[in-house]
């Protein structure tokens, strides 16, 4: 018997107390610099994870393509070779085809409203199209337009004949349609591309612009709410699962539309301000366009509603209608351009 007793004492001391969560060490990776706005609020997120968790879930946030490319994030995260990951849906055409409407032209008018009306619109949708993974929310940057080295773009009859480096797969279709040639790169990739000849402009957000050093080989520079880029944070399923439902708890808290728009707005910030420092650079030639101008651009930009639409039939949606809830979702938020 008192053997017995001993040994209890003994298992107490070196296994955890009843009920209580094992440790998970998150890996969460992402592909632009650690002196990007993501940065910080991915390390915002995971220290929001381990306080609602009670210490139990801790993450380790590592940037600039250290675990893999940045076409490759969502796959990371499907296989986990990384446990939450952050992606560009739009980096891979044809795959995602619903969350694509929010890359469409002159849809979205600033980040945070952005973010919470595409992550609410969203949530429905990505049980479907991203299944692979645990969805955790959706965001977007600041409006954002051309930005290009050899030549002024004012109309769409400009793009024709140039190479353009697309932000996305909507964008890639928009240069095909006005004549222009598409130059596929990661963001990490632009300025060599651009320095090389490779390409002569870029779609890029401003004061990512300068993060990259684009600017450095850029000249002409749009100051116009053409189009913005959408984002998802996803999570390893199996990692997920594997956790108690307190620790799940604390993952879907801020896994939520809220935590979509806080994204979306520090990140927009660090954009937006980008546009006076790009103004104060010599060599620069920042410009806005004339109401008229801007009526040939939204005019050139109709066909890309139908190109998506088409892309969401052939995977059983129904375009029609996911537009009308995403724009009265924007609506909601306070973001649906005019």
Partial sequence: ???????????????????????????????????????????????????????????????AQQLGKAFDHYDMARDGIADVTYVNPGYQPGRFPIVGAGELPFLISDAKGGSAGLDAWYRKYAEKEMKDVKYCLAFVHSPSSFHSRTKKIVVPEDVKGMKIRPAHATMANFVTSLGGTNVQSSAPEVRDIIERGVADGVTFPWGSLLLFGIDKVT???????????????????????????????????????????????????????????????????????????????????????????????????????????????????????E
């Fill in 219 to 337: 000249k002409y520079d749009m100051e116009a709410p053409l189009y913005v880029t959408t984002f998802v944070f996803v999570m390893n399923k199996d990692k997920y699962n594997a956790m108690s439902d307190k620790q799940k708890a604390a993952i879907d808290k801020n896994c939520s539309t809220e935590m979509a728009g806080v994204v979306g707005e520090h990140w927009g910030k660090f954009e937006d301000a980008g546009i006076e420092k790009i103004k104060a650079e010599s060599g620069h030639e920042v410009y806005k366009l004339t109401p008229e101008q801007t009526a040939q651009w939204k005019k050139a930009a109709e066909p890309l509603v139908k190109t998506w639409g088409d892309g969401v039939k052939k995977n059983g949606g129904d375009p029609g209608a996911a537009l009308t809830e995403l724009k009265d979702s924007l609506k909601k938020y306070n973001a649906l351009a």
């Fill in 1 to 63: 018997m008192r053997k017995a007793w001993l040994a209890l004492l003994v298992a107490a001391s070196v296994t955890p107390a009843f009920g209580q969560d094992k440790t998970f060490e998150l890996k969460i990776s992402h592909w632009v610099p650690a002196s990007h706005p993501l940065q910080k609020s991915l390390e915002d997120w995971a220290a929001a994870v381990e306080k609602d968790s009670g210490g139990t879930i801790k993450g380790k946030v590592f940037p």
